[in-house]
């Protein structure tokens, strides 16, 4: 990945955090050089775009559009794309926080609370569906 | 990839569905923290693919369900 990308990458991220939301290509330069970049980054999974608008739909752990998976941090309530995500918007900030969601069999709501690395619902468990190998096959299904 | 009450609210959920992997929320919360940590950082580049399958090794998650293409 060459530094010009690089650099993208990391404005489009530092741009998402700061404004709680993904950033639109104008907002962070010329319209048609970001989205060209972005298209590259999404080939590179650095980041995946809405194929239907170009516009971004994950920046991970970061979702840019609302799901299941809420998590309080940092003073915002953020998306995340699935429980790992969830997880990890509190790694990638490197704050405490909470996640709420719900079970997908019964809908009962649940929230876990993480402070130093601990969760305090270590009775939840994690299921993964899709193989390693086939993550990125369609990574909005996985 | 979701957060289930328990094994049974798992079984349930998958029908007839293949099982994938099932770990529990403390593993996952140690993994996103392994996986996500260095995303904000100034000088982050893209991990390798041994790299991110070292990850998931030392976090004892091996074998044909976790290796990376």
Not at chain 1, 53 to 58: A, K, Q
Not at chain 1, 110 to 136: G, K, N, Q
């Amino acid at each position: 990945m060459d530094a010009s990308l690089l650099d993208l990458r990391n404005r489009t991220y530092a741009a998402f955090v700061e404004l709680g939301r993904a950033p639109s290509a104008a907002e962070l330069g010329d319209e048609d050089e970001v989205r060209a970049g972005w298209r590259q980054l999404h080939d590179a999974h650095a980041l995946v775009l809405n194929p239907a608008t170009d516009e971004i739909r994950m920046a991970n752990p970061f979702s840019a559009v609302p799901s299941a998976y809420r998590v309080q941090a940092d003073g915002r309530w953020w998306y995340a794309n699935c429980a790992w995500d969830a997880l990890g918007i509190l790694a990638a900030l490197a704050v405490d926080g909470r996640v709420e969601s719900s079970c997908p069999d019964c809908g009962e709501p649940y929230a876990v609370e993480i402070r130093d690395r601990s969760v305090d619902r270590p009775d939840l468990l994690f299921h993964c569906l899709v193989p390693a190998a086939h993550w990125w096959d369609d990574i909005v299904f996985t | 990839m979701n957060l289930f009450r328990s094994e049974e609210h798992i079984a349930r959920w998958l029908g007839s569905k293949t099982p994938g992997a099932t770990i529990p929320a403390q593993t996952l919360c140690d993994l996103a923290h392994a996986w996500w940590d260095t995303r904000l950082a100034p000088d982050w580049r893209p991990r390798t693919r041994d790299e991110n399958q070292s990850i998931l090794e030392r976090l004892g998650l091996a074998g044909p369900f976790w290796t990376l293409p």
